[in-house]
């Protein structure tokens, strides 16, 4: 019987051994014949292999080093779960280049055999609902090095590692692992288990303390906190509270921690002493904590880019942090086929989660014959989380349409327009799994600075399911329907067309609709699908090819479906994933580029 605690550690032999001074490295083959996982595991590790091409190396020490390599193999072995090993190493000295042959028998693993976790404190919350009490039971159903694995040094590393980790992002942040011990029956291939781990004193947040700010009201930060004082420790709470204030564009660094070390210390002064490592052990509330560096009250920022979508772009961005008490966000967008200009002012989040702004805006498009110029006052609510967003909105917009070079109409709507989102994905930056939906129904109905009532209602879908380690597959689809007397009194915006990078591909930028002249125009119903497979050949850059149909019209029978397909590149960039792709637009009968940012809404 032999006992193993901890990480084995293998020690080089050229490490202990000064090598002789050579004017040129003796060159040497190695050929091991060895099971492929531990053949891979002995090409990282083996001191034959990792020292080959050493300018120091000649005959005498390579010898050594073979004479070595059994004890080496047996070490490294043991790491991946074979205890009893039979190797053998021969030195073949015949021909100009020495070769090292290297036999490995690995032998039965020793696999996991009983398993022994003890937690010691957890001690159940009088008062205190069932539901909300400490699962220790699934705790224990967490751990993940399983009764019949093979036993590897790595495997039981990160299983404590876990466990641990599962109890310190949670209400006991002092646990701690007191005992850890796998004892090793070579003989019968079976390694005993026993971890013991305490979960401290259970801990919970105290009263808001904010440090670094000087140009800001408190209420930005204050009101963005959703930890009460008395809300039990939870590391996921301190990192979600961490990154909505970081959104809000008012600080370049933002860390949100508790504060253990103001407890102790007025423990301390208190002469108190260190508060025992168990569950009965009370800790006075833990202050949470938020240092903050603010940004700069005013950014400048100009760009250059391009949109297979819209063309070259130039913009201009002023940002003012502080204006009136809100914040001001300003652009002007020069692009070949829109150009806009807009300035929204925006409240700190209200106590109770609202997120308020108003804003106005021009803008001229010139797309597929269309030619619009919309001027436009909003204001906005919007609420909730990533997970599931909201907002209300309320526009007054006059717009001018001119159709194929002949000015047609100028029309004003004042429409009221609810959202939702709802996201649930593995990943909002880069998801693999799950599914996020937009829908969208508004109007304008009352006869107040309306020129023609219409309801309108708008949805939108993406679905990502992965297929294996290395593919996926994603569905996308989009359905929207306008009801009006006369379409011609709606806005052009609040009408759809199809076509582009984020629509049917292998067609221009919204060139799918009704066609009136030479223009395309929209329509009252919109439907498009797409079917889209990916193949990640490494992981941050991959390939897909996809399939794209639908279209835009002023009835259900105008909806008859262009079909676009094609394959392109995908890579996983810092800001999100990057789809460069060519399609084929059967109904077009070309070939078109296309360039964008995410799937994601």
């Not at 709470?237 to 210390?265: K, P, W």
């Not at 940004?295 to 760009?303: E, H």
């Not at 629509?503 to 030479?518: I, K, P």
């Amino acid at each position: 019987m032999a006992k193993v605690s901890g990480r084995l550690a293998v020690a080089g032999v050229l490490a202990a051994v000064a090598l002789p001074a050579a004017a040129q490295g003796l060159k040497y083959d190695v050929h091991i014949d060895a099971p492929a996982p531990l053949r891979e595991l002995l090409d990282q590790n083996l001191d034959l292999l990792r020292f080959r091409g050493n300018a120091r190396m000649d005959r005498e020490q390579l010898v050594r080093l073979v004479r070595a390599a059994p004890e080496q193999v047996k070490t490294l072995a043991a790491t991946d779960g074979y205890y009893s090993p039979v190797v053998e190493a021969r030195l073949d000295r015949d021909g100009d280049t020495p070769r090292v042959e290297l036999s490995v028998q690995p032998g039965e693993p020793v696999r996991v055999g009983d398993i022994d976790l003890v937690l010691q404190g957890f001690a159940p919350v009088p008062d205190l609902p069932p539901e909300k009490q400490f699962d220790t039971a699934a705790l224990k159903a967490g751990w993940t090095l399983k009764k019949g694995q093979i036993f590897r040094q790595t495997d039981w590393e990160q299983a404590k590692r876990g466990l641990l980790r599962q109890v310190v992002q949670t209400r006991y942040p002092r646990a701690q692992l007191t005992d850890t011990q796998a004892t090793v029956d070579p003989d019968n291939h079976l390694a005993a288990l026993r971890v013991v781990l305490d979960s401290g004193p259970e801990l919970r947040f105290g009263e808001l303390r904010i440090e670094g700010l000087k140009r800001y009201p408190a209420a930005i930060v204050r009101n963005l906190n959703p930890i009460h004082p008395g809300d039990y420790y939870s590391e996921a709470a301190l990192q979600s509270y961490q990154a909505r204030l970081q959104d809000t564009g008012y600080f370049s660094s933002v860390e949100v921690s508790a504060d253990m070390g103001a407890v102790l210390n007025e423990q301390l002064e208190a002469g108190a002493a260190t508060p025992k490592q168990n569950a009965e052990a009370a800790m006075a509330p833990l202050p949470l904590l938020v240092r903050v560096t603010e940004n700069k009250r005013r950014n400048v920022s100009a760009g250059l880019g391009f949109s297979t979508n819209t063309g070259n772009r130039a913009s201009l961005a002023y940002d003012d942090l502080s204006v009136f008490g809100l914040r001001m966000k300003s652009a002007l967008t020069l692009e070949t086929k829109k150009q806009t200009a807009r300035s929204d002012f925006y409240f700190p989040t209200t106590a109770d989660g609202y997120n308020d702004s108003f804003g106005a805006s021009f803008e001229r498009s010139d797309i597929s014959g269309e030619v619009t110029s919309v001027a436009s006052v909003a204001g906005k609510r919007a609420w909730g989380t990533p997970l599931l967003e909201r907002s209300l909105s309320l526009e007054l917009l006059t717009e001018t349409k001119t159709i194929d070079g002949i000015p047609s109409s100028t029309s004003k709507s004042l429409p009221l327009t609810y959202a939702v989102t709802w996201r649930k994905l593995d990943n909002l930056l880069f998801p693999t799994k799950g599914y996020a939906l937009n829908a969208q129904l508004g109007g304008a109905l009352l006869p107040i600075l309306t020129d023609e009532a219409f309801v309108r209602g708008y949805a939108r879908a993406v679905w990502y399911r992965p297929l294996t380690t290395s593919t996926n597959l994603i569905l996308r689809g989009e359905m929207g329907a306008l009801a009006s007397r006369d379409k011609n009194g709606v806005p052009a915006v609040y009408l759809f067309r199809a076509g582009g990078d984020q629509s049917v591909r292998g067609y221009a930028f919204q060139e799918l609709g009704v066609r009136e002249g030479d223009a395309i125009t929209g329509g009252r119903y919109l439907a498009t699908g797409s079917a889209e497979f990916q193949y990640w050949f490494k992981p941050t850059y991959g390939m897909a090819v996809f399939y794209d149909a639908g279209n835009a019209g002023d009835t259900f029978s105008a909806l008859h479906p262009k079909s676009g397909y094609g394959a392109g590149g995908r890579w996983k960039s810092p800001v999100g994933p990057i789809n460069v792709d060519v399609a084929y637009g059967h109904a077009v009968h070309k070939y078109r580029l296309h360039f964008s940012l995410g799937f994601t809404f």
